[in-house]
């Protein structure tokens, strides 16, 4: 059994790094951050920080989607995350429910999420 944590990204970075690592240290593998840009704040500047501070634990997020993110942009991120991290990301992919509708747009479509990865 593997087990992960979920940051919603509302925590100071100090107590964000402090918890990832208390996970490691116990066995966590994976530490995942909400993608939704207006509600919570950006996860990737957290899973880089993050990233340096850890040396097993892989990181994602939780989850992104084609709506927000346009996809040129969004593989180049996550090249230099996975390239800065040694390997150690993964990626989620969905609708993108809560960081859309927060905008008053709907969900992206199945094709538009298989088109995205």
Not at 29 to 48: N, Q
Not at 52 to 65: D, I, K, L, Q, S
Not at 83 to 97: A, E, N, W
């Amino acid at each position: 059994m593997q087990f992960g944590i979920t940051f919603k990204g509302d925590g100071s970075a100090d107590r964000t790094r402090y918890l990832v690592r208390q996970a490691e240290a116990a066995g966590f593998e994976y530490t995942w951050f909400f993608d939704s840009h207006i509600l919570w704040r950006d996860p990737y500047v957290a899973m880089a920080m993050c990233m340096e501070h850890t040396r097993t634990m892989r990181f994602g997020p939780c989850v992104t989607n084609p709506g927000v993110r346009e996809w040129s942009v969004a593989a180049s991120l996550f090249g230099s995350l996975a390239f800065q991290s040694g390997g150690r990301l993964d990626i989620g992919v969905g609708r993108g429910d809560s960081s859309l509708r927060v905008m008053g747009k709907p969900p992206a479509d199945l094709d538009e999420v298989v088109a995205f990865s």
